[in-house]
């Protein structure tokens, strides 16, 4: 804490600085800017089907930002989630099908091994459960999640393999398909799923006392500790959930893919922290949410798609990415600072 | 010195001890943190507590407060033996602490730092939402008891050394508590603040309640403190009525240069 001697007048509503003031509306004004860009200079952009086509592709990525925000928000990290996804979607895969004796079977004449709830249920589960095993290293065995999650990478990516032996498994009912493929009203079912799942979590971080005490968890552990907030169940809790919106997730992959394989997800760590961070949540905790986050999602998902149409290459959308990404912080870092001089 | 009986008045009259230690000892591995520290308090009475650094007054104030066990030792609250599994469970048998670095979330307003852990909510299904309405209500008339300039909806970031404290101190009013123990209450803010906090404490004598002031200030311990008692090295070496020591007595007990009193 800092000493203060000198007697302080009240701060006056203390005055938000006109630089916190742009830094708080960045990644929002961004957005605006590069859907204006994108817009003349592909008319294609503003497409219903293109825009409904980013949405789409967002909301997977999305889905699990939404988990690392929780995660984020108490000052974890979660690097596990593109193997945690790849594992979670070979397990609803074998449970579709009911085993992997016709593994390969695509089209006319597959037959569902178990209804959708079971195939959904056992992904989700999944997910909870290598979460949890996390949760609880971190928090019992006080390992940083950094490094317990970076185990977790290779371990999930390694069980996927072995439990896939390597090769798909594809071709399900349309009862599956349609949760990747089908719409409600025009609107693809993830990017339903996407929102309705973001005001949920927006809820709980906002509204209630769990979210609360994600947000005392993550600026001042001590803090918190000492008014008997349960810190260790809320870090616990936070991994379970992004495990949670692995299991979610991996399961509407699997459905639009119509298949499942040990390779799904690679990478897909980055893209979920870097919409986390984009979207102003600060990777040192307590300061940030779920608005936020499906702005970071989104505008990852524009630029990604506005390049395309572009036709710029996709080694050059890295490298723009990996920037936006650094200026991001770089903007966060710059409102930080100008917080604790007001 | 004499120890008031369980539950009785002692022959001197003194009334009945709210809180008692006997013998608390604890170690880290080979060191020895306290040895064989008996305190007791009672109710409208304003215990100083005082020591150099490393004294072990760190260590007692965690022992009150249910951060960790004795290794040994007993702790009675209204002569009854006690065991406290946990701060909230010290916090829930009516100890409460205004910590020295006064345990805020500066992410968070005041009010909700003073509600923090023991939110009011209503309960919809499996979540717990935040009564926000409430809590800002009555944190603010808490500030107001307090004569504090704080306003509930304002981030602690945002806040003077003297707000802060009155978010800390405003968190031991919202129960009834038997002891408000207060580390360091006055280290880190401005002079006029000081007098509000031991105007405050003032008030919670007057309100019946036990305080013990942990502080290194010998004009605050002599301003509002009924009794002294003095730690050097683990061990309690004085423990007398402020009327009967001089600040220059207690800073030889401090630093050594008087073996006891």
Known sequence: MSIETGSRPTPAKA?????????????????????????????????????????RQVSIS????????????????????????????????????????DRFAVGAGVEAGNPVPLALGAAILVGMAGGAIQGWIITRLRVPPFVVTLGGLTAFRGAALLFSGGGPISGFTPDYTWWGLGRVMDVPVPVIVFAVAAIIAHVVLRYTRFGLHVYATGANPAAANL????????????????????????????????????????????????AVVIGGTSLFGGVGGIVGTVVGALLIGVLRNGLVLLNVSSFIQQIVIGIVLVAAVAVDQYAARRRQEV | MNRPAEGLPDPDGRPAAVLELRGIAKHFGAIHALAGVDLAIARGEVLGLMGDNGAGKSTLVKIIAGNFPPSAGEIL??????????????RGQGIEIVYQDLALCDNLPAALNVFLGREIVTRVGPFRFLNRAAMFDRAGQLFAELKSETRPRDLVRDMSGGQRQAVAIARTRLS??????????????????VAEVLDLIRRLKESNHAVILISHRMPDVFAVCDRVAVLRRGTKVADKPISATSPEEVTGLITGAIETA
């Open chain 1, 62 to 101: 999305g889905l699990i930002a939404l988990g690392m925000t929780f995660v984020i928000l108490t000052a974890g990290i979660d690097l596990s989630v593109g193997s945690l996804l790849a594992l979670c979607g070979l397990v609803a895969a074998y449970v579709a099908k009911g085993g992997l004796d």
């Open chain 2, 77 to 90: 609250l209204d002569g009854r033996p006690v065991r406290f599994h946990g701060p909230s469970d010290a």
């Open chain 1, 15 to 55: 005055p938000v600085p006109a630089a916190a003031l742009a830094a708080r509306y960045a990644a929002p004004l961004f957005l605006l800017i590069l859907v204006l860009v994108f817009a003349v200079l592909e008319p294609r952009f503003l497409s219903p089907f293109n825009l409904m086509n980013v949405l």
């Open chain 1, 227 to 274: 008014n008997a907030v349960n810190t260790r169940r809320v870090i616990f809790s936070v991994y379970v959930i992004v495990g949670f919106f692995c299991g979610l997730a991996s399961f509407l992959l699997m459905a639009r893919l119509n298949s499942a394989e040990a390779v799904a997800g690679l990478q897909l760590e980055l893209d979920v922290i870097a």
């Open chain 2, 176 to 193: 009834d508590p038997k002891l408000v123990l207060m580390d360091e209450p006055t280290a880190a803010i401005s002079v006029r603040q």
